[in-house]
């Protein structure tokens, strides 16, 4: 391996379970953004000189997601299907950043709690088939913070496959306190797919979630006071009309939307609501901040700092905040953090870090043998 090639700009990967964020450290926002999921054609190819190829990855299979089978290769932050994750590793590195992967040392993210033999498959196939000349994995949540320019504080990452909170104390992270729940985007998805159906809009098919997923991110909201909201929708007509929104699907046809609004989001705080025995996102904040020693708990509830994409939500950080007090001691401070940019804050809080002279020493490279490689 030329020694040169570490002090190439890092690539920083966010590896997220519903969209993939790359490019290269030091740059604004990535230079790549897309859903990670990988397409392949559903129908049998009857005519010559029809779309070339069998896998279909980034932009491409978003334009053509009604003819494709969706899947996602990542469930809950762990990858289920390897072969898919490399297809996309690979997309990335050929279609998007447009230069060769042994050329660039790469950051790669990952939720905490995740099981090892995931990220030694990842370093394995990262050495192995990419060649790259160093690796560094990092916590999603960890990097939020870098992007926020704190170093002490409790970051909530809610993104696509995992919501998870680390408190983070003079730069420190605190292992035992770390709070991880598997209710996230996906799972609101799922809830809207639910109650659309229930409503008589059946989106059944791989691509039609995919629709689903873009009438979650454009009219959902999160309720500050469900008990009420659910009372003001069942006791006035024209309240619950006003607060009804049209959305117009791909075919042209015109879809009411109502209550589904803030009942499909509501499973971030309530995920009892979907069978699920987990607390909410305002339990994991709270259980992250009390289980660390009594002397930083005033400086994590005045540094709560969002990240995520679900965090974006209508009403999200009011709601949390108004919980939180509900659950800490009164009269305590709670400050919450919600970047505009905390869609990409993992991503930028990655290249933060590939570009401190720290990250080369940190970083973990080839090894002679495979078994070294992943010790």
């Not at 997309?91 to 040392?105: A, D, M, Q």
């Not at 729940?181 to 098919?205: C, F, P, S, Y």
């Given at each position: 391996m030329?020694?040169a090639?570490?002090?190439?700009?890092?690539?920083?990967?966010?590896?997220?379970?519903?969209?993939?964020?790359?490019?290269?450290?030091?740059?604004?926002?990535?230079?790549?953004?897309?859903?990670?999921?990988?397409?392949?054609?559903?129908?049998?190819?009857?005519?010559a000189?029809?779309?070339?190829?069998?896998v279909?990855?980034?932009?491409?299979?978003q334009?053509?997601?009604?003819?494709?089978?969706?899947?996602?290769?990542?469930?809950?932050?762990?990858?289920?299907?390897?072969?898919?994750?490399?297809?996309?590793?690979h997309?990335?590195?050929?279609?998007?950043?447009?230069?060769?992967p042994?050329?660039h040392?790469v950051?790669?993210t990952e939720?905490?709690?995740n099981?090892?033999?995931?990220?030694?498959?990842?370093?394995?196939?990262?050495?192995e088939?990419?060649?790259?000349?160093?690796?560094y994995?990092s916590?999603?949540?960890?990097?939020?913070?870098?992007?926020?320019?704190?170093?002490?504080?409790?970051?909530?990452?809610?993104g696509?496959?995992?919501?998870?909170?680390?408190?983070?104390?003079?730069?420190?992270?605190?292992?035992?306190?770390?709070?991880?729940i598997?209710?996230?985007?996906?799972?609101?998805?799922?809830?809207?797919?639910?109650?659309?159906?229930?409503?008589?809009?059946?989106?059944?098919?791989?691509?039609?979630?995919?629709?689903?997923r873009?009438?979650?991110?454009?009219?959902?909201?999160?309720?500050?006071?469900p008990?009420?909201?659910?009372?003001?929708?069942?006791?006035?007509?024209?309240?619950?009309?006003?607060?009804?929104?049209?959305?117009?699907l791909?075919?042209?046809h015109?879809?009411?939307?109502?209550?589904?609004?803030?009942?499909?989001?509501?499973?971030?705080?309530?995920?009892?609501?979907?069978g699920?025995?987990?607390?909410?996102?305002?339990?994991?904040?709270?259980?992250?901040?009390?289980?660390?020693?009594?002397?930083?708990?005033?400086?994590?509830?005045l540094?709560?700092?969002?990240?995520?994409?679900?965090?974006?939500?209508?009403?999200?950080?009011?709601?949390?905040?108004?919980?939180?007090?509900?659950l800490?001691?009164?009269?305590?401070?709670?400050?919450?953090?919600?970047?505009?940019e905390?869609?990409y804050t993992?991503?930028i809080?990655?290249?933060?870090?590939?570009?401190?002279?720290?990250?080369?020493?940190?970083s973990?490279?080839?090894?002679p043998?495979?078994?070294?490689?992943?010790?």
């Amino acid at each position: 391996m030329a020694e040169a090639t570490l002090h190439n700009a890092p690539i920083v990967i966010d590896n997220g379970s519903g969209t993939i964020r790359a490019g290269f450290a030091g740059e604004e926002i990535p230079s790549c953004f897309f859903p990670s999921f990988v397409g392949r054609p559903k129908h049998p190819r009857v005519m010559a000189g029809g779309l070339e190829g069998d896998v279909f990855i980034g932009q491409r299979a978003q334009e053509l997601r009604g003819l494709l089978k969706i899947r996602y290769p990542l469930e809950h932050g762990i990858v289920t299907d390897w072969d898919d994750m490399e297809k996309i590793w690979h997309y990335v590195y050929e279609n998007e950043l447009k230069t060769l992967p042994e050329e660039h040392p790469v950051l790669l993210t990952e939720p905490p709690l995740n099981p090892r033999k995931n990220r030694d498959v990842a370093a394995q196939i990262m050495f192995e088939t990419f060649n790259v000349p160093a690796l560094y994995t990092s916590i999603q949540a960890v990097l939020s913070l870098y992007a926020s320019g704190r170093t002490t504080g409790v970051v909530l990452d809610s993104g696509d496959g995992v919501s998870h909170a680390v408190p983070v104390f003079e730069g420190f992270a605190i292992p035992n306190s770390i709070r991880r729940i598997d209710v996230a985007g996906r799972d609101v998805t799922e809830q809207l797919q639910l109650l659309l159906r229930k409503n008589g809009h059946v989106l059944h098919t791989s691509a039609e979630k995919e629709v689903v997923r873009m009438i979650k991110e454009k009219v959902c909201y999160v309720s500050l006071d469900p008990k009420r909201e659910e009372k003001d929708w069942m006791n006035s007509y024209h309240k619950s009309e006003a607060k009804s929104v049209d959305y117009i699907l791909p075919d042209g046809h015109k879809i009411k939307i109502g209550q589904e609004r803030y009942r499909a989001p509501e499973i971030l705080f309530e995920p009892e609501l979907i069978g699920l025995e987990y607390p909410g996102v305002h339990q994991i904040v709270q259980d992250a901040i009390t289980r660390t020693d009594l002397d930083l708990r005033k400086s994590l509830y005045l540094n709560i700092v969002l990240s995520g994409g679900s965090t974006l939500c209508k009403n999200f950080p009011d709601r949390l905040m108004r919980e939180i007090k509900r659950l800490a001691v009164e009269d305590m401070k709670i400050r919450i953090s919600a970047p505009a940019e905390r869609k990409y804050t993992t991503w930028i809080g990655g290249g933060i870090l590939a570009g401190l002279s720290t990250f080369r020493k940190a970083s973990q490279t080839p090894q002679p043998t495979t078994q070294n490689k992943l010790n």
